[in-house]
Nanobody, 115 residues
Framework: QVKLVESGGGLVQPGGSLRLSCAAS????????MNWYRQAPGKQREFVAV???????TYAGSVKGRFTISRDNAKNTVYLQLNSLKPEDTAVYYC?????????WGQGTQVTVSS
């Protein structure tokens, strides 16, 4: 059974950094692109970044140059490094994977950027 578990969120001041992790199980991790999304209070969930099987990355315009997605196939884990954080980055961050036309989500990890 597919399972995704995010961790690493917290409270950080503007300009600070965090590293989020998403531990995956129940599927062949190295064979799937992995995504990060986020949902701010009162807003729809939005795409943040994706990393393909080959390690090619794509970012939303709002985070490009500040966030970095990476993966460790030996650890079945995808990461999201968040730098130069802004208050508008405050959200619950989710990882997801699509397998056989089904999208699986983790429970999310809260990131709060505030002074």
């Amino acid at each position: 059974q597919v399972k995704l578990v995010e961790s690493g969120g917290g409270l950080v001041q503007p300009g600070g950094s965090l590293r989020l992790s998403c531990a995956a199980s129940g599927f062949i991790f190295s064979s799937r692109p992995m995504n990060w999304y986020r949902q701010a209070p009162g807003k729809q969930r939005e795409f943040v970044a994706v990393i393909t099987r080959a390690g090619v990355t794509t970012y939303a315009g709002s985070v490009k140059g500040r966030f970095t997605i990476s993966r460790d196939n030996a650890k079945n884990t995808v990461y999201l490094q968040l730098n130069s954080l802004k208050p508008e980055d405050t959200a619950v961050y989710y990882c997801n994977v699509e397998i056989s036309m089904t999208t699986y989500w983790g429970q999310g990890t809260q990131v709060t950027v505030s002074s």
